[in-house]
């Protein structure tokens, strides 16, 4: 390292002008590394992670497959969307869909009056469109297609209409675009800062410029550099820049104080001042290489992780510090010899300055434990702060409020539900078609699972498309539905009841008559009719025969001649009476055979008065006629004698009389209950068309009944089938509703085309970027999973996507590469303790003590940020403090090291004192330097830098003040000899500087 610094300061001027050449080169035919930054596709969150892989899956079963950020576009105007705020949405849906290049989907708000009323808030005064992006959230690429987007919304707008692009990718645009605008500042107030810091230090404007200009160039170069092999070797992003100005600025600015330190100390020595410079150099080199390998090495470990934020700075401020290393050793060495030599770097008279750190270092290697336990209790106290730590991945809360995604995420607020644009997305993929009953209930059941999950306040899907399980679907609604309709067949049976009543009393006066009336009536009627004409007849008849009778036994002379008129009349009579007789045994026949005759009282007794009329007739009244008829006739042929032709006339007609003195009986009793037969016969009539009245609304409405009980029956038999599948449950949708319109649509928007996947969007009750929400969204997931158990989904894909989703994957991929970057981190650095102070003990020893510096600055930041501000810390501020602070750390007790190892190859106590007192001021001065530069990162707008810049400056500061100036000696002092084991035992010693 002499050689190289002796040709350095010897040909000062080629050094200089071949490295302001390549600077120059690399800025002027290298595009600018904002131009290179902005065509870089890292995501912040990797694709790797769960959520991100289901989101793609989202977009490529219900989207268009090209989608991979979301922006929403939020129309509002106070009062009212008018008329032509709602022409110029329809034309910017057209607008949007026709940029291809920028916009990957737009979804069709249009295409149903219920997804347009879904959209557009219920006070009328706002709408919302989802928009597709090609480009990763959060990568520079996506940022341009934004901003495409927004001019698109900015043409044509109605005055007084207020619109606003807004949503997760439009969050981490807006986030980027403020540190853009951030760097610039910050660069200026990192250079104020500095110049001031060194004026103060060095009392000397030439000292100040030869500084100010090194890292100017030195920052040039690693700008050009990284933009180079930007996008080639590694990836950068909108964080690239701004970190890498702080590290360079401040790394820059330590190498240089160093080397001017060592170069002014020789000066003060006596040493010329080529000579001095060549030394200086040459000693110091070890310490800046150290120094920039910790850093490199330690920022290098970021190219293992996965999250965005780490791969795109870690790499970058890498190679950055390696060219300001190579500046620092080459051009460097080459300002300080030009200078030197005119005289200008000589220092200023010492002041006060090292009689302090003599006096500290005293007090320190005097009482080496006291020292080291003041040291070690704050540290420690701040540390205790570090468990409490809560990072939020909040980042919309770490820009101002006026950015534009900020104001469209409280637009959104004011009109629609809580995480309405920002909800969960449940995924669960099978491998065959969840349209069918025990699919769609068991993913019910795993709905109603979520929904029990605390805070989550709705959940909507293809079985509870409004955020409540389908009314239609609950088999409780359909037992009501059946008891409806039963219900209304009981109101038709009701609305039937007069005409059953008038059934009834016509089946009661069909009671009191005969049904054999029906059968026999015509009958009866006609033989009753023909029965009443030949009794009267008959009567006439048997009053004629006596008197011919009388006649004849007073006088044989007319006895010939009424004999024959008697034999006529008799012969009549019989004749007409055998026609009623046979008319009258037909009518006793059908009564007979009756059944209801038998059991009605006033129809059996009519039928014996007919029995008696027949029989009377028939085996008496006829026999006696024909006899009569008979002797009549041989009276009048004179076949007889008149004697016994009067005697057997005489019998005869006493028979007859007897004959048709039953049959006066019989016909007046028949004539009695023919009469009442009759008027039963009346009352059948008139209940028989009151029945039939009756009868015939009653068919309708049993019609009804039994078509109604035929769809109820059928129903339940379905719905009972199905819910004894234990899959079911309590959930059965109808095969027929799966065609319905309203099932179509719900399953459009969640349920693929092909079946085999189903969306449920999840809403919160806290905001989506909050830590609550992100850990709601792992519980979730679990809820999901555990609501599948048992049905014959078990086993299904199940994910989860979304902004709070996305957040607690990025916690867990941000925890995992936390812990690889440091564990590699700290190793790495050991070792490079391990190769320049050749001690374990040592090396181990600065190790601890960055380690425990770093957990005392968190600790700082929890109390400061997350306690006292309340404002949580962000998720990326422990990764980077700690990659930076172990590394810079590391640097300034590398230096003091070193410079014990030359004054105390021992281990004694006045060579670490004079090591403090040497190094004293230049770390102290480097430490405060760099510290400044992070610092400066506060005046950006974003308060993600803040945090950085804060928690890494307090802990340079502690390390500066505490661990260096107290810890680190005190340690050192109380191990003595012991602090350069195995060094001491190989008795090895570093020469005396």
């Known amino acids: 390292m002499v050689t190289l610094a002796r040709t350095c300061v010897r040909r000062p001027l080629p050094i200089l002008l071949a490295c ?557 009476t055998k026609v009623a007789v046979d008319g009258l045994g037909l009518a006793y026949d059908a009564l007979k055979r009756s059944l209801t005759c038998s059991l009605d009282p006033v129809c059996k007794a009519a039928r014996d008065g007919v029995r008696q009329v027949y029989e009377g007739e028939r085996d008496q009244l006829l026999p006696g006629l024909r006899d009569a008829a008979t002797a009549a006739r041989r009276i009048a042929d004179g076949s007889v004698d008149l004697e016994r032709g009067l005697t057997a006339l005489d019998g005869g007609l006493s028979r007859a009389e007897r004959g048709v003195a039953t049959l006066e009986t019989g016909s007046q009793t028949m004539e009695t209950k023919l009469a009442e037969l009759a008027s039963g016969a009346d009352k059948v009539a008139d209940g028989s068309r009151a029945v039939e009245d009756g009868t015939g609304e009653m068919a309708v409405s049993v019609a009804e009944l039994r078509s109604g009980l035929d769809r109820a029956a059928s129903y339940l038999r379905k719905a009972g089938k199905a819910s004894k599948d234990p899959a079911v449950g309590g959930f059965y949708l109808p095969p027929a509703a799966l065609d319905s319109p309203r099932f179509a649509l719900a399953s459009g928007l969640f349920l693929s085309p092909d079946g085999r996947t189903a969306r449920f969007v999840v809403l919160g009750d806290t905001d989506a970027f909050e830590r609550s929400a992100t850990e709601r969204s792992i519980e979730v997931r679990e809820a999901a999973e555990r609501g599948l158990r048992g049905t014959q989904l078990e086993g299904s894909a199940v994910a989860t996507t979304g902004m709070a989703s996305t957040m607690a994957d990025l916690e867990a991929i941000n925890d995992d590469d936390f812990a690889l970057i440091a564990l590699v981190a700290l190793l790495g650095v050991f070792l490079i303790l391990l190769v320049l102070l050749r001690s374990v003990v040592a090396a181990g020893f600065l190790l601890a003590s960055v380690a425990l510096s770093y957990a005392a600055a968190m600790g700082v930041g929890v109390l400061v940020w997350q306690i006292a501000l309340d404002r949580p810390m962000d998720w990326s501020v422990p990764t980077i403090a700690f990659i930076l602070l172990v590394a810079v750390g590391a640097d300034y007790n590398l230096l003091l090291m070193k410079r014990m190892l030359e004054e105390a190859p021992d281990g004694s106590r006045a060579g670490i004192a004079r090591a403090v007192t040497a190094t004293g001021g230049v770390i102290t001065a480097a430490g405060v330097i760099f510290a400044a530069s992070l610092f400066a990162m506060m005046a950006g707008s974003v308060f993600t830098l803040v945090q950085i810049g804060f928690t890494i400056g307090v802990g340079l500061l502690l390390d500066t003040f505490v661990v260096r100036t107290l810890v680190v000696p005190a340690g050192a002092a109380l191990l003595g000899p012991r602090l350069w084991w195995p060094r001491a035992a190989e008795g090895t010693e570093a020469p005396r500087a």
Not at 376 to 405: H, M
Not at 542 to 565: F, H, I, M, P
């Open 20 to 576: 302001l050449a390549l600077v120059g080169l690399v800025n002027v035919l290298v595009p600018q590394l904002e131009e290179v930054m902005a065509k870089d596709t890292t995501p912040v969150v990797p694709q790797e992670a769960p959520a991100v892989q289901a989101l793609r899956t989202m977009d490529r079963e219900f989207g268009n497959g090209r989608s991979l950020g979301t922006v929403f576009v939020v129309l509002e105007r106070d009062g009212g969307l008018t008329r032509a705020d709602k022409a110029y949405f329809r034309h910017l849906l057209v607008d949007l869909r026709a940029d291809e290049k920028n916009v990957a989907f737009v979804q069709d708000v249009t295409r149903s009056p219920e997804i347009m009323n879904a959209v557009t808030s219920r006070d009328r005064e706002a709408v919302y469109v989802q928009v597709g992006l090609p480009g990763d959230v959060g990568a520079p690429a996506s940022l341009g297609q934004i901003h495409e987007v927004r001019d698109i919304v900015a043409e044509n707008q109605p005055a007084g209409l207020e619109v606003l692009v807004t949503g997760p990718a439009a969050t981490i645009a807006d986030m980027s675009t403020e540190v853009e605008h951030s760097i610039l500042h910050i660069t200026f107030v990192t250079v104020g800062l500095i110049a001031i810091i060194l004026m103060l230090i060095y009392r000397s404007v030439a000292v100040t410029a030869l500084i100010l200009g090194f890292i100017g160039i030195a920052l040039a170069a690693a700008r050009g550099l990284t933009a180079l092999l930007g996008g080639h070797a590694f990836d950068v992003s909108t964080f690239t820049a701004s970190f890498l100005t702080a590290v360079v600025l401040g790394a820059a600015t330590d190498y240089a104080v160093f080397l001017v330190s060592r170069f002014q100390e020789l000066r003060r020595d006596g040493v010329a001042a080529p000579d001095a410079a060549v030394q200086a150099a040459g000693r110091v080199a070890p310490v800046i290489i150290g120094s920039a390998m910790t850093v490199v090495l330690a920022n290098a470990c970021m190219a293992l992780a996965d999250v965005g934020i780490y791969l795109t700075t870690g790499p970058a401020i890498a190679v950055s510090i390696l060219v300001t290393l190579v500046l620092s050793l080459t051009l460097m060495p080459a300002l300080i010899g030009l200078l030197g030599a005119r005289g200008w770097l000589d220092p200023r008279p010492r002041t006060t300055g090292p009689i302090s750190w003599q006096r500290i270092a005293g007090v320190v290697v005097a009482r080496p434990g006291r020292v080291l336990a003041a040291g070690l209790a704050p540290l420690i106290a701040l540390a205790c702060f570090y468990p409490l730590l809560e990072p939020s991945f909040n980042e919309a809360t770490v820009q101002p409020d006026d950015t534009e995604s900020n104001v469209g995420y409280r637009v959104l607020g004011e009109h629609f539900p809580l995480n309405e644009t920002l909800p969960d997305y449940v995924l669960v993929t099978a491998d065959h078609d969840l349209r069918n009953a025990s699919d769609l209930a068991a993913l019910e059941q795993m709905s109603a699972a979520i929904a029990r999950t605390p805070g989550v306040v709705s959940v909507r899907g293809v079985t509870r498309p409004l955020g409540e399980t389908i009314t239609e679907a609950s088999l409780g609604y359909q037992a009501e539905k059946v008891g409806d309709r039963l219900d209304g067949a009981g109101d038709d049976l009701r609305d039937g009841e007069a005409d059953a009543a008038r059934l009834a009393d016509g089946a009661g006066q069909v009671s009191d008559g005969t049904v054999a009336v029906a059968d026999g009536a015509d009958l009866a009627v006609d033989g009753a009719g023909q029965l009443v004409a030949g009794v009267r007849r008959l009567q006439d008849g048997v009053e004629r025969l006596a008197t011919g009778n009388g006649e004849a036994l007073k006088g044989s002379a007319k006895l010939r001649a009424g004999a024959d008129q008697l034999a006529d009349g008799l012969e009549l009579a019989q004749t007409q």
